[in-house]
């Protein structure tokens, strides 16, 4: 079928996630009655995993509400080559208007997360022990140590951290994983290349980031769009 640019870009949206995130679980699971009772050929895996990470990736936008029986449907006549169902023109209506739908949705997310950065940054800055710089990178010490600082935004790191959202939700942590990470400070956001400079090697810090320094309006994975980052890092070495 010949779509618009936009319906071509959800398709797509869709399409990746059938390749990607194995490991993540879905909202919620539900096991349909022609589901084989075994699946043990690598075809069968393969067409599983499509099916089970395409589910998955939908159940967690709440903006796009899936009936079960049409998604199968359209599945099912796209494998079978038969003619569609519903007319291009009403299809690439569908389409255009779920994506504006989503995008609202997106929006109205994002300036909501901002509104409850900015209250969690006014009340945070106002803590005994925080200090605030000139970027709005808000830091405070929770233990010091006695080794040199980073000579500049080049130099390579070795650290553990903890990353929240203002909510609590952990979204990263080298501690939970039990592994230290290197980097270059240029090579991360400008929140942790500004913070670490200032922190000495035994030093472990806790900053709290702004989107503006962190990773803005775009967000990244389990970071949502105009997120406040809160991070607990110790220096445990200059490379």
Same mark, same amino acid.
């Given at each position: ?36 009772? @075994? ?6 895996? @393969? ?17 796009? +509400?899936?009936?079960? *029986? ?9 494998? *079978?080559?038969? +003619? ?37 940054? *006014? ?34 790191? +070795? @650290? ?8 609590? +939700? ?62 607990? @890092? ?6």
């Amino acid at each position: 079928m010949n779509r618009t640019s936009s319906s071509v870009s959800l398709l797509l949206g869709l399409a990746a996630l059938a390749f990607t995130g194995c490991g993540k679980q879905p909202a919620s699971s539900s096991t349909a009655s022609s589901a084989p009772t @075994v699946i043990d050929s690598v075809e069968q895996k @393969v067409s599983y995993g499509i099916g089970y990470n395409m589910g998955g990736g939908l159940s967690r936008d709440d903006a796009l +509400k899936v009936d079960q *029986a049409a998604l199968i449907a359209g599945i099912t006549d796209g494998l *079978a080559k038969a +003619k569609t169902r519903v007319p291009e023109s009403e299809l690439e209506a569908a389409f255009m208007a779920m994506q504006q739908k989503m995008a609202a949705a997106q929006a109205a997310a994002a300036e909501k997360q901002l509104a409850l950065g900015n209250d969690y940054l *006014a009340k945070n800055k106002a803590r005994p022990g925080v200090t605030v710089t000139a970027s709005g990178l808000q830091y405070e010490v929770l233990k010091s140590g006695s080794g040199p600082k980073p000579a500049g935004p080049t130099a390579t790191v +070795k @650290v553990h951290y903890h990353g929240t959202l203002i909510d609590g +939700k952990v979204f990263d942590s080298s501690v939970e994983r039990k592994e230290p990470v290197e980097f270059a400070l240029n090579e991360v956001i400008p929140g942790w290349t500004e913070g670490l400079q200032l922190m000495s090697v035994g030093d472990k810090w806790k900053f709290t980031i702004p989107p503006a320094i962190g990773y803005g309006p775009r967000g990244k994975g389990d970071i949502p769009p105009n997120a406040v980052l809160i991070f607990e @890092v110790e220096l445990l070495e200059i490379k």
